[in-house]
């Protein structure tokens, strides 16, 4: 089974930072907004973006929805998954993350797709609007079994999304990651309501 990591880049918009103080003068920064719970105690996600990226090359070229990733890329042999994650995200979209980043860096699940495994990472991090980065090129044969061969962009967009409109961009074995992030981030809401 293949197996790859990668890390959910998030920002939330219109959404104020606590930082709470923790014992031995640790902080930890908790979300809370003005409209953070509805009436259902359920944490609203319309404040939180999540950072994609599109494949490059003409099969991708014109294909929006159940096309869109969250940078990623295969595991070497016996390389720690966290640094899979961030070696993949720097090359995919140019990046660079600082170290204070990488510290912030934290596992939230994985998900499987047929063959293959991906280990999720998650990073509260704002890029800004302006997302042109691209990342690596690639030589690959096209049309697919000819011998003639390309060089394409390995992401072509990086662009972040709402929730909702991310489920409908992520290929398919990854659209349960809104879910499983949207959990963690009920977490965070109910402990930082608790505190």
């Known amino acids: 089974m293949k197996k790859s990591a990668g890390i959910l880049v998030y920002r939330k918009n ?3 930072i606590e930082t ?5 003068g640790k902080s930890l920064n908790l979300l809370n907004s003005i409209s953070a719970k509805n009436n259902s105690n359920s944490y609203q996600f319309n404040n939180i973006e999540i950072l ?13 929805l159940n096309s869109w990733s969250i940078p990623k890329g295969e595991v070497k042999d016996d390389e720690d998954l966290k640094n899979t ?4 995200f720097e090359e995919e979209t140019s990046f660079k993350l600082s170290q204070e980043d990488k510290d ?4 939230l699940d994985e998900v499987r797709g047929r063959n293959k495994i991906l280990y999720i990472f998650i990073l509260e991090k704002d890029f800004g609007s302006t997302l042109n980065k691209r ?3 690639i030589i690959i044969n096209w ?7 390309i060089t394409i962009p390995e992401i072509d967009k990086v662009q ?16 349960p990651i809104i879910k499983i992030f949207k959990n963690k981030l009920d977490l965070l809401s109910y402990f930082n309501q608790e505190n």
Do not use: M, T
């Open 14 to 16: 219109n959404i104020y």
């Open 143 to 149: 049309p697919p079994k000819s011998n003639k061969k």
């Open 104 to 107: 912030k860096i934290l596992y």
């Open 52 to 64: 994609l990226v599109h494949p490059g090359g003409p099969f991708w070229h014109n294909r929006d």
């Open 20 to 24: 709470v103080k923790k014992e031995k």
């Open 160 to 175: 972040y999304f709402n929730l909702n409109e991310a489920k409908d961009k992520l290929v398919s074995y990854q659209k």
């Open 135 to 137: 990342g690596k090129f």
């Open 85 to 88: 994650a961030i070696r993949e």
